[in-house]
């Protein structure tokens, strides 16, 4: 069978980390780029990151592309509560000597999909910046994809503010502009991710493979993130909110969707960046996405295990 053709626009990134791992540890794969956003923190970091975490996976040769420092309104906001000032929970990685391309991101996404039509699924989990430019600045992209898989959103609960989750809240802009693209979108919003967590004695499974990247996805996971996400959101494990991005892209099977319209709010006091939801009301508003809403949590883990194993 055809290998699936995935582009990671991400920026990490504890969880984005570990969902770069997993792509390209796949054999069902070819990633045929990666690109970093300013996110959980600002670009130089992402960008850095995601040359590390590549290399670090085997595969120094990968093109890396820079892409958008800041959302396309307002300020950047970051996650360095949760992530760590060097956005690896302070993890220490080898530093790769590869360098990123020349080539932004949103123009690196076009002539892939150009090259590739109808094969190339871009897995978005960071704030959605570099797509929403790349779907603006080139109006045929939309069509020329597959698919774009996109960690964000929260039909109830934000994870940021009471209404926003973060990837959505940091560029609700950039997240608008890409679910009204007309793009083919499967978006995992808290509502499943929140179900994809790996707990300790899983963790221990993972550090038991004993490979220096089995240990440094077990230290993204650990380092009292377990505890956060308990007494943050009350689950019972590490949240890997991009994994679920990844391993959706690799076996959907895993996961239920449903197909409903989404809109994102740019406006609002309390409600900037929430993810708004019509399954039901109102028949003008065309569907435009799938929206996962389950997942079968113990085969996500040993399907994350045995793709953590190929290293
Ligand atoms: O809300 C979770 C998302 O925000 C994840 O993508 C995490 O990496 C952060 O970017
Ligand atoms: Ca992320």
């Not at 670090?56 to 959302?71: E, S, T």
């Not at 996404?109 to 960071?126: D, E, F, Q, S, W």
Request: charged share 15%.
């Amino acid at each position: 069978m055809d290998k699936k053709l995935l582009f990671l626009d991400c920026d990490p990134g504890v969880d984005d980390a570990v969902a770069i791992l997993l792509a390209l540890a796949s054999p069902e794969a070819e990633v045929v780029g990666v690109s970093a956003v300013g996110g959980n923190v600002p670009l130089e970091r992402t960008l850095r990151n995601a040359l590390d975490i590549v290399a670090f996976a085997g595969r120094p040769d990968l093109p890396v592309y820079p892409g958008a420092k800041m959302p396309m309104t307002g300020a950047l906001i970051t996650a360095e509560d949760f992530h760590g000032t060097d956005g690896l929970g302070g993890v220490p990685i080898p530093q790769s000597t590869a360098q990123p391309q020349a080539e932004m991101a949103w123009d690196a996404i076009h002539r892939l999909a150009k090259a590739n039509p109808g094969l190339l699924t871009v897995v978005a989990t960071g704030p959605l910046t570099n797509l929403g430019i790349a779907l603006t600045k080139w109006p045929d992209l939309a069509g020329l994809l597959k698919e774009i898989v996109i960690m964000g959103g929260a039909s109830a609960y934000g994870n940021t503010t009471p209404a926003a989750e973060f990837n959505f809240l940091a560029d609700p802009e950039g997240a608008e502009a890409v679910f009204q693209s007309g793009a083919s979108i499967t978006v995992l919003p808290l509502d499943v991710t929140h179900k994809c967590y790996v707990n300790c004695e899983e963790i221990a499974q993972l550090r038991s493979q004993a490979t220096p990247q089995a240990n440094f996805a077990a230290e993204m996971m650990d380092g009292g993130r377990v505890e956060q996400c308990e007494q943050w959101f009350g689950v019972s494990g590490s949240i890997m909110h991009d994994p679920a991005a990844a391993l959706y892209a690799l076996h959907p099977q895993l996961f239920t969707a449903k197909t409903c319209w989404v809109g994102v709010e740019t406006g609002g006091v309390h409600s900037r960046g929430k993810m708004v939801t019509d399954a039901f009301t109102d028949a003008s508003l065309t569907a435009n996405c799938r929206l996962c809403y389950d997942v079968d949590r113990a085969g996500f883990v040993s399907a994350l295990l045995s793709l953590m194993e190929r290293y």
